[in-house]
């Protein structure tokens, strides 16, 4: 659960939810992050049990595929050992992404992206920024160890 980039449907059910994951988090146990909170209300109780008839999640959500929702940069990707962002995902994310001179570049680039001013086939020569987003990712990590050596 990504609390970074997620859909919910306005509802009843969905402002109490919420409402429940910030005690959870912030009043009844402190030590628990939203996304803790968050997965703590979204499984049912005979997820906890020895129980393992039937759906563990709350009928109210669903899991879809990480990426249709928040795919990860070619680098992220290859380390986390998931897909990288493609063409026709909804959106591209940076985790850890904090220094504006490193992130920046990158951040500039997806929106060129994706206003349509930037397209890989007319890149000449692929930046550093380029190959992060856009991979492959093996040689978007072989470039970062490069870089911390």
């Known amino acids: 659960l990504s609390s970074a980039n997620w859909l919910i449907r306005a509802s009843d059910w969905s402002i109490d939810f919420l409402e429940r994951a910030f005690l959870l988090c912030h009043a009844d146990m402190p030590l628990f992050g939203d996304q803790d909170a968050m997965i703590h209300l979204l499984l049912n109780p005979g997820a906890l049990s020895l129980d393992v008839t039937?759906?563990?999640l709350d009928p109210h959500a669903v899991i879809v595929p990480q990426r249709e929702l928040n795919a990860y940069d070619a680098l992220n990707a290859h380390f986390m050992g998931c897909d990288a962002f493609e063409e026709g995902d909804l959106l591209v994310t940076f985790p850890g992404c904090k220094d504006p001179a490193a992130c920046n570049p990158l951040f500039e680039?997806?929106?060129?992206?994706?206003?349509?001013?930037?397209?890989l086939e007319h890149e000449i020569a692929r930046s550093a920024a380029s190959i992060r987003l856009f991979g492959p990712p093996a040689l978007a990590a072989e470039l970062y160890r490069a870089s911390r050596r």
């Not at 680039?109 to 397209?119: M, Q």
């Open 54 to 56: 039937g759906d563990p």
């Open 109 to 119: 680039l997806a929106a060129a992206y994706s206003n349509g001013s930037f397209s």
